[in-house]
């Protein structure tokens, strides 16, 4: 199956309800909010440590290259502070964490989405050309079309 066209519109609040339903277990995380921005995708949390619960936040920029939705770390703070020491961390957690999964992978600073592997992994073949991934104030938008060539 090939999609010809597409418009998908993610608000805050479904990807907010999304992160809430994520199984508990598999991350320690606390209080995980996301927010969508023109800036691209903020997700704030609380990491519990031995004394304290650390808060962070992250801003993600997004973009789409054939099927592959990329998230690319831009900034960190954590407890309000820049962390950019901690960013290694972070992507390895995420490595760790998304490991098993075959339509995620984490690269240097990216974490790359394959949206026809994990359309196959649902059982919905499909072969998806994006055309745009654009993040604005409380929603993104993923569009797909044709491939060209």
């Known amino acids: 199956m090939h ?40 997700v704030r949390g609380e990491y519990p440590t031995l004394l304290m619960k650390m808060a962070f936040e992250t801003l993600w920029e997004v973009k789409g290259v054939g099927s592959i939705v990329e998230a690319r770390l831009i900034s960190m703070k954590v407890a309000g502070l820049p962390a950019t020491m901690l960013r290694g961390v972070v992507l390895k957690t995420l490595s760790d964490l998304l490991g098993r999964e075959p339509s995620v992978r984490v690269v240097e600073q990216s974490l790359y989405i394959d949206l026809s592997k994990l359309a196959v992994l649902q059982k919905l073949p499909l072969c998806i050309h994006l055309t745009t991934v654009e993040c604005s104030p409380g929603k993104l938008v993923i569009e797909a079309g044709p491939a060209l060539g």
Do not use: C, M, Y
């Open 3 to 42: 999609v010809h066209a597409l418009k998908l519109s993610i608000t805050e609040q479904e990807l907010n309800e999304w992160a809430a339903a994520l199984p508990a277990g598999k991350s320690s995380i606390e209080d995980l909010q996301i927010r969508l921005t023109a800036e691209g995708i903020v």
